[in-house]
């Protein structure tokens, strides 16, 4: 292993509050912790939410991220070892093999697995508390006083949101949500259901203009599948919470399936009735003028979010690292650590947004033509010849930062902060 370039700085007298319990503020958890800080994360779900499809790292950065958290080996362990991702035709033709890499990266995990580790890595020494979120913050010279939903108020040095796309955080301190959230023209939509076309470790996908649906099995369970759709839309208006709206838009959209390939649409929208771990959003990316305001900052997709196609995930852990960094180096001196910690990560958040602009498209396109020249297309690319090529272009984006080595990483457990957890 590589020695470290700064001297390590204890963060014994921080308090941090993290906003979101998924990736982003479980990896921040993590490093703060082994920084010394006294971390409380706290989380609006009732428990660690599972639900949502596989995530995926992808380059030399991602790895080197998760080996320096301690962790690459379990997510290896956990890994889904995807293989076949097939576009077919409405008639279940097959049209375009699509080579692993494209859509599961070098390693894939269920989104699920991968927060649980982190949360298992971090449960003694990290405050979690469940159903409850933040009400009010208000910023004094010394700290940050924060009202909640249900808890009593209580005063930290420094809160991070790390509450996603439609980070709660972020409105509270840079106001409306729709002057950062920019939509994309599509909505996406995952949720379990019985692996009835007999898959895998594999993925059927078929397009017709504007929708997608595509049926995969993940795990190589013969029971367990999934069901992953796609549309075109301009932004709808909707409660993001209720269940039902949610899936009667699904249900909708997909109502009229125009293919023959019918058998697995329909009992993809058969299982959508009874889905309850429906996870739908639109796909939107998240811009913002500035990361941090006075004692708060924002981190993965609450700061500079892409839904997917953007390596949200890789991107959060990789951000999680820096800011930890960047706060040990400052000795928790916030302002010099957040500034630095927005210089190091703004041109790399914004690459790999940029390609998660061609997800939408991409998995939907527009007309019949389009769909025609995308099969062309990635026909071609993902030959035996142009393979090689085209992986170092998808990993171009997720290797675009030169990392720094901070104090701290290694296998190590996170420092001995006592135990310190409570259900709300
Ligand atoms: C249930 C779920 C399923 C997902 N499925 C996929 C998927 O299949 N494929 C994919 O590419 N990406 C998926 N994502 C998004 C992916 O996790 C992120 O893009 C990426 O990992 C960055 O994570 P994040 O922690 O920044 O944000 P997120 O993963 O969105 O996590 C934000 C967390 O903050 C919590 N939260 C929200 N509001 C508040 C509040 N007011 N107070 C406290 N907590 C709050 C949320 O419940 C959530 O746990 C999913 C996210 C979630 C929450």
């Not at 993965?300 to 951000?319: E, I, K, Q, R």
């Not at 984006?397 to 001995?416: F, Q, R």
């Amino acid at each position: 292993m590589t020695t470290t370039a700064h001297t390590a700085a204890p963060l014994s007298h921080l308090s941090v509050l993290i906003s979101g319990a998924s990736v982003a503020g479980p990896a921040l958890a993590l490093w703060l912790a082994r920084h010394g800080a006294r971390v409380t994360v706290l989380e609006k779900a009732p428990a660690l939410r599972e639900g949502g499809f596989a995530v995926d790292f992808r380059g030399r950065v991602h790895r080197t991220v998760l080996e320096r958290m301690g962790i690459w080996e379990e997510v290896c362990r956990h890994r889904t070892h995807m293989g076949r991702q097939t576009l077919v035709d409405v008639d279940d033709r097959e049209k375009v093999d699509l080579p692993a890499f494209l859509m599961s990266g070098d390693v894939e995990i269920s989104r699920t697995d991968l927060s649980r580790i982190m949360y298992e890595r971090t449960k003694d020494h990290v405050e979690y508390v469940f159903g409850d979120s933040v009400a009010e913050l208000r910023q004094g010279s010394g700290g940050v006083d924060v009202a909640f939903e249900r808890g009593a108020p209580r005063r930290f040095d420094l809160v991070v949101g790390a509450d996603g796309l439609h980070s709660h955080t972020r409105r509270l301190v840079l106001g409306d949500a729709s002057r950062h959230l920019r939509h994309l023209g599509y909505y996406v939509a995952g949720f379990a259901m019985p692996n009835v076309a007999g898959l895998r470790r594999s993925a059927r996908m078929c397009s017709v203009p504007g929708r997608m649906i595509a049926v995969s099995n993940h795990d190589g369970s013969p029971e367990r599948g999934g069901a992953f759709l796609v549309f075109r839309s301009g932004e709808l208006a909707y409660d993001r919470h209720d269940l039902a709206e949610r899936k009667a838009i699904l249900a909708e959209r997909f109502a009229d399936v125009p293919w023959t390939y019918a058998p697995h649409v329909l009992e993809a929208l058969d299982a959508l009735e009874d889905a309850d771990d429906l996870y739908f959003d639109a796909i939107a990316q998240v811009h913002v003028d500035r990361l941090s305001v006075g004692r708060v900052v924002l981190l993965g997709d609450a700061g500079y979010g892409a839904t997917m196609g953007g390596m949200g995930t890789g991107t959060a852990l990789v951000c999680a690292y820096v800011l930890a960094g960047e706060l040990a180096v400052a000795r928790g001196d916030h302002a010099t650590a957040f500034a630095a910690y927005e210089a190091e990560v703004r041109e790399y958040t914004r690459g790999c947004q940029k390609i998660s602009g061609n997800a939408g498209p991409f998995l939907a396109p527009p007309t019949e033509r389009r769909i025609r020249s995308r099969d062309r297309a990635y026909r071609m690319l993902s030959s035996r010849f142009l393979a090689g090529f085209f992986k170092r272009l998808t990993e171009r984006a997720a290797d675009g930062i030169a990392l720094k080595e901070y104090p701290g990483y290694g296998a190590g457990a996170v420092s001995a902060v006592p135990s310190l957890n409570r259900q709300a």
